[in-house]
């Protein structure tokens, strides 16, 4: 009887129809592995986080080839802050990327950032909907980064965030047999 029963409900046509409508995934993107540092950069958005100074979320980079990491405090995630924290933050120091990998968050699909990119000859890549693992590097970065702040047990993460960064920069990788830091300096 259940199998009957189970039958009968996956060729109901009026139970199919108000069946919640399960997410159609696209294929999983691959990208092109960079040659050098700073030439492909993974960037998110770390939110909620406890409040801290005012700041509820941080802004990450990641670049693919060294593993080097940054985040970014902020009090607000507009398209405008993301931006201008990217800016200020990333490409002021390190020089803009050839390709960029970001989520389709609203932040990173708004005209200003799309504008911000075509000004600065970046190339945009997204990841697919329903896959965060494309935005691999940044996703792992943001796992750990939470995991780290947990660990320093200081409800003020923005006083331990260099210390987190340091560590995450100063731990030898073995896919690169190196820090971030030895690829870096």
């Not at 399960?22 to 986080?49: N, Y």
């Not at 405008?80 to 970001?102: D, N």
């Not at 560590?167 to 300096?185: P, S, V, W, Y």
């Amino acid at each position: 009887m259940r199998q009957d029963v189970a039958l009968w409900a996956r060729t109901c046509l009026q139970c199919q129809r108000s069946k919640i409508a399960r997410h159609t995934r696209s294929e999983i993107g691959k990208f092109e592995l960079p040659s050098s540092r700073f030439e492909h950069v993974h960037i998110d958005l770390v939110s909620p986080l406890p409040p801290s100074e005012g700041f509820r979320f941080c802004f990450t980079c990641v670049d693919q080839f060294s593993k080097w990491t940054e985040a970014f405090p902020m009090v607000k995630i507009s398209a405008e802050a993301v931006a201008k924290a990217f800016y200020t933050g990333w490409i002021s120091r390190f020089g803009p990327p050839l390709r960029l990998t970001t989520d389709q968050g609203t932040q990173f699909e708004a005209s200003l950032f799309h504008a911000l990119s075509q000004l600065l000859g970046t190339e945009r890549q997204h990841t697919t909907s329903y896959h965060p693992a494309v935005n691999g590097q940044v996703e792992r970065f943001h796992r750990q980064f939470k995991v780290a702040i947990m660990a320093h047990g200081n409800a003020q993460w923005t006083i331990v965030l260099p210390t987190i960064l340091m560590g995450f920069r100063a731990t030898l990788k073995e896919d690169l047999q190196a820090t971030t830091a030895e690829m870096i300096f």
